[in-house]
């Protein structure tokens, strides 16, 4: 199975600042037809999760634009450039290009 | 407004079986792929099992192949898992989601497997 590997783990993070999220695979998560097949979640607690991002930096509709997701191959970043109390919860990276899909193991965002 | 609501969830014993069942409204579900993905008390997301949207192609995880099956029904706008030989391990919030150009959740139906 295609191995996804997030960190950090815990995210302390003060109101205003930004916080990135680092998302690894074993293997590529390229398609040919040049799209990256990784979606990055947010599950607040209590709720199901959403998701933010599709294919690696396409901001899903009514997601606020200070959420950004880059990367390429097998190394992604999900980005948030000013932290607010609402991004509390546990984000994931998901790949689907390989089955099983498979995803990261969750990041703890927390406000300090 | 998109809506998918699970139920079926419950306490079983293990080895017992239990069906879940996920209606969806307001989207055209039969264009939809459709997954019930879980999350098991303190634990990460896992994906169980995925459907196409005519119902002819499925994938499960390794630790239910053989245990689960998944299926849809798309006159009723409905999707399925019956569980059957449920461990411990099984015990978790199941979620039904949605693929399209959009991702659709539903809230989760708690199932807990536990003598």
């Known amino acids: 199975d295609v191995v996804v590997t997030q960190s950090p783990l815990s995210l302390p993070v003060t109101l205003g600042q930004p916080a990135s999220i680092s998302c690894r695979s074993t293997q590529s998560l390229a398609h040919s037809d040049g799209s990256t097949w990784l979606h990055w979640f947010q599950q607040r607690p209590g709720q199901a999760p959403r998701r933010l991002i599709s294919k690696a930096s396409n901001r899903d509709s009514g997601v606020p634009d200070r959420f950004s997701g880059s990367g390429s191959g097998a190394d992604f970043t999900l980005t948030i450039n000013r932290v607010e109390a609402e991004d509390v919860g546990v984000y994931y990276c998901m790949q689907y290009i390989h089955w099983p899909h498979t995803f990261g193991q969750g990041t703890k965002l927390e406000i300090k | 407004e998109v809506q998918l609501v699970e139920s079926g969830g419950g306490l079983v014993q293990p080895g017992e079986s239990l069906r879940l069942s996920c209606a969806a409204s307001?989207?055209?579900?039969?264009?939809?792929?459709m997954s019930w993905i879980r999350r098991a008390p303190g634990k990460g997301l896992e994906w169980v099992a995925h459907m196409n949207e005519g119902g002819t192609e499925k994938f499960y995880m390794d630790s239910v192949k053989g245990r689960f099956t998944i299926s849809r029904d798309n006159g009723k706008n409905s999707l399925y898992l019956q569980m059957s030989s449920l461990r411990a391990e099984d015990t978790a919030i199941y979620y039904c989601?949605?693929?399209?150009?959009?991702?659709?959740w539903g809230q989760g139906t708690l199932v807990t497997v536990s003598s």
């Open positions: 989601v949605g693929w399209g150009l959009l991702n659709y």
């Open positions: 307001g989207i055209t579900f039969k264009n939809y792929w």
